[in-house]
């Protein structure tokens, strides 16, 4: 009896080792909190044929796969070696993209007529706004073109020469009516060789509304406030801040200075998420930052 038992020991010991020689086929986790998964196991080396499609220890491709100068090979450690550093060719790939921006369907209008129309030569003294291209790889690489064109009846283009890549594109309006703050259009649009004829539409959505002082309406310092209409000293502002781009904001004035009458504001914002603040200006509202909606959102 002894003798079995202790056979039974000796084949359990073994089973057991072999199991954790082995391992699991991968799936012991699926209802079973005890078992063992395996790590994926990736190449480190880059062969030099292949560079472009072997993934690196992290399951990634290698940074430098298609990047070395001629006679160089990317190495595992993400390196360009082997090469002639007496006989470098550095080689800029760059390709040509155009297109058209305009504002909810329409050519943005311009609202400088006459400076725009003196001249056809870069740069415009005032052109409708800007497309600023960012490298999401790259953030050294940035492309600024102007959006040409300054009657309303003509479409606000842009062209320009990119390196090929993937661009977080971003549109920002100047004598027009596209706002004067960032639109992202795009944060992985990718340009793998010349393009034409790409548009982004800016959207906007129209938004209005007062501000109150504990439900009252807030009184206007007088002075300049009552004697202009441009609203250079207005009772306050409304600050809209995208929660998802911080650099996205717009700042309203609140209208109308009698005590008499509503602290209003309106304008146009971009559909999103908004943090919402109002900040007294001429008038007893506080002279600092109230938030009146952490997270608003437009629509």
């Known amino acids: 009896m002894m003798k079995s038992i202790q056979q039974n020991c000796v084949m359990g010991v073994l089973a057991a080792l072999l199991l954790v020689a082995c391992g699991d ?6 209802g079973n909190p005890g078992g063992t998964t395996q790590e994926p196991v990736y190449p480190t080396a880059c062969p030099l044929s292949n560079c472009n ?21 990317c190495s595992e450690q993400n390196i360009c070696q082997g090469g002639n550093a007496q ?10 993209f155009s297109g058209w921006v305009t504002l909810n369907g329409r050519n943005p209008e311009s609202s400088n007529h006459n400076a ?4 056809d030569i870069a740069p415009n003294p005032a052109p409708r706004g800007h497309l600023v291209l960012t490298d999401t790889h790259n953030p050294e690489a940035v492309f600024t073109v102007e959006l040409k064109g300054c ?54 959505i129209p938004i209005a509304g007062e501000v109150t002082l504990n439900s009252a309406k ?17 009772r306050g502002r409304v600050v809209w801040t995208d929660t998802n781009n911080p650099s996205t904001f717009f700042t309203f004035a609140l209208k109308d200075c009698q005590p008499s009458r509503p602290a209003t504001f309106k304008g146009d914002v971009f559909p999103g998420t908004y943090r919402v603040v109002v900040h007294g ?19």
């Open 25 to 30: 086929d991968g799936n012991a986790n699926n």
């Open 53 to 73: 499609d072997t993934p690196d220890e992290k399951g990634g491709v290698l940074s430098c796969s298609g990047l070395c100068p001629a006679s160089y090979a």
């Open 87 to 96: 006989q470098l060719v550095l080689d800029v790939k760059a390709v040509p």
């Open 116 to 119: 725009c129309a003196e001249t």
């Open 151 to 204: 009657n309303t009846s003509d479409r606000a283009t842009f062209s320009g020469v990119v390196f090929p890549g993937t661009y977080r594109v971003v549109i920002r309006g100047a004598h027009s009516d596209l706002p004067p703050v960032d639109f992202v259009a795009s944060t992985a649009f990718v340009i793998p060789s010349a393009q034409d004829n790409v548009v982004w539409d800016v959207k906007t």
């Open 218 to 234: 807030p009184d206007g310092r007088g002075g300049p406030c009552q004697e202009v209409e441009d609203n250079s000293f207005p």
């Open 281 to 299: 200006a001429y008038s007893n509202l506080p002279n600092s930052a109230f938030v009146a909606a952490p997270a608003l959102r437009v629509p």
